[in-house]
C-alpha cells in the first residue's frame, strides 16, 4: 500500500481495560444492557458505550455510572456496552486493530442490513440490540478518536440535536449532518430517530484519542452533563462555564477505494483546505480535492483500509 505517512507515534494507553464480565447479565434480556426505570413519568435516555471495541472512553463512563448506582429520578436510563466482543479482542501492542471484527457496528443499523441474511458478530449484535436503540427517546453514543484532536459532536441536522449539544456546551465542535454520514447508517440514525419527528435527540460525541485519560474524563463529564440536561438526574457543582461553539457541516465522505490510497501531507484533523486544492489521491484516476474555501476535514484516516472511510470533508457553519 502507499500512502503518505500519518503522524506515527505510538500513544500511551493510559486507561485501563477492564475485565466486564461482571457487567454482563443485565436485566433486559440482552447481555451488558441495564435499565432502570425510576417509576416516575419522564424521558428514556439511553448511554451506550463501545460501538468500537477499542473506543474505551464510553466503557468508563457507563461503567462508572453502575459502579456508582446511579439511578434516575424520573424517566428511564439505560446503560449499555456495544461490542464487548471487539473490546475483548484488545491487544496493547496492536491497539487499532479491534475497532470491529467484520463490520463497522457504527454503519449497519439500516432496517436492510438488520433485516438480511447476511451475518456477522457485529449484525448478530446490533439485532440484539435493535429494541434497546428503538426503546430510547433520547440517545448519547460515546466514541473516541485515533488521533490527538479537540473533541466534537456528531449529529443529524435536526434542531432538537443542535438544542441539546448548544446547551451542554462541551464539546464546543460540532460536526452536523444534513444529509447523514453518506457511508452507511449509523445507531443514531436508526429507525424514528432518523426522520424529523423522532421522540428525541440522538448524539454522538466525540470525546479525544481513544487511550487518553483526558478522553476518559470528557466521556464522564459530557454523559454527566446529557443526564442532567435531559433531567434524569441532578447536576451537582456549579453550572458549567460554556465556551464559544464552532458548527461544521459535513459536505461529502471520502472512501478509500484502491490500495494506493495517500494524503498529500499528514493530517490529523481539523486542517483547512482552499477551493480546488489537493487533499489526496487514490490510485492513479481519484483525486479528492477541496469543495469549497475553508474546508475542514474530520478524522483523516491513519492507516488507509479499502471500503472504509477515507476522509470527512466540512464546511464552516457561520
Sequence with gaps: ????????????IEVIQGDLSAYRQGNTGVDYVHRFDSGKPGPHVLVNALTHGNEICGMVAVKQLLDAGVRPKIGTLTLSFAHVEAYNAFDPSKPYENRQIVHNLNRIWSDELLGGTEDSPELRRARALRPVVAAADHILDIHSTSQDVVPFWVYPDFARNADAALAMGLPSVHLVMPNGLGSGTPLIQHGLHAGANAPGAAMVVECGQHFMQKTADVAVEVTARFLAYFGVVDRSGPAPVLAAQRRFELIETRMVMTDHFK?????????TFAKGELIATDGDAIEIRSPCDDCTVFMPTRAPIIGREAVYLTKPIS
Design 1 to 12: 500500500m502507499t500512502t503518505t505517512t500519518q503522524p506515527s507515534v505510538e500513544p500511551s
Design 263 to 271: 494524503f498529500t501531507r499528514p493530517l490529523i484533523g481539523f486542517e
